[in-house]
């Protein structure tokens, strides 16, 4: 991990930062690189290429704050993965019910986001994977908390979270449950990921779609076996 000042033009280029970094590690294979989309995707786009490893998506959703929806009050994950953050549940009267509203609501995102993400494909193997989740910033921690927790449930032999900007709060999370973080800064305060990048668009699914099918069709052109769904 490290301590630095650094924006970043747009997410591919601190997808490719962040893959420089990831070759550094030796990891054992076989290697899963798993974007948690949208904004996850084309980060974790070049992490895969450059370690040449599949790539897919582990599906997890925040749950906002009702009327702050950017302010993560908790996640859920496939595999009834629920995260919640006692702090503010506690500090707000009524969080609690507003939390199960959203998190069912937020389910529902989920499956239609399998369905639009991996349309054909055969689910998940994690067993026995080295299994990358790649996210283009972690705030409070808690999307990729689940996503963690899911990849575990899942089988994964070992859990590296990787992204190019995380919260002091998210770091120590998230150090506690992954096998290993490769986080390129760490500010002392993070008020909102965007502002660690120039151009920081909203991804549409269709944009989400066409990475995940460009990097799939480099590995069938390759004539490399796609781990994802072996």
């Given at each position: ?65 009702p ?55 055969a ?31 899942g ?17 120590q ?13 760490i ?22 779609c ?21």
């Amino acid at each position: 991990m490290a301590l630095t000042a650094r924006v970043f033009p747009d997410r591919a280029a601190a997808g490719a930062a962040l893959a420089r970094a990831m070759q550094q590690r030796p990891l054992q294979k076989p290697v899963l690189v798993l974007a948690l989309p949208r904004g996850g995707v084309p980060v974790a786009y070049e992490v895969a290429r450059a370690l040449d490893a599949p790539l897919d998506v582990m599906l997890v959703r925040k749950i906002g704050m009702p009327g702050q929806p950017e302010l993560a009050i908790g996640a859920v994950a496939a595999g009834e993965i629920v995260v919640h953050e006692r702090t503010i549940e506690q500090e707000i009267p009524g969080i609690a019910e507003a939390f199960e509203r959203i998190a069912a609501q937020e389910r529902r995102e989920l499956l239609r986001r399998e369905q639009v993400y991996r349309a054909g494909l055969a689910p998940l193997q994690l067993k026995d994977k080295t299994v990358v989740l790649v996210d283009d910033g972690l705030a409070t921690g808690s999307t990729m908390l689940a996503a963690v927790r899911a990849a575990r449930a899942g089988g994964a032999a070992a859990i590296v979270v990787a992204a190019p900007v995380a919260s002091p709060q998210a770091a120590q999370l998230l150090a506690a449950e992954a096998d290993e973080l490769v986080i390129l800064q760490i500010p002392a305060v993070l008020f909102a990921i965007g502002e660690w990048y120039e151009r920081f668009e909203q991804l549409e699914d269709e944009e989400v779609c066409q990475l995940l099918e460009l990097h799939r069709r480099g590995r069938r052109d390759s004539d490399t076996p796609d781990q994802a769904t072996r």
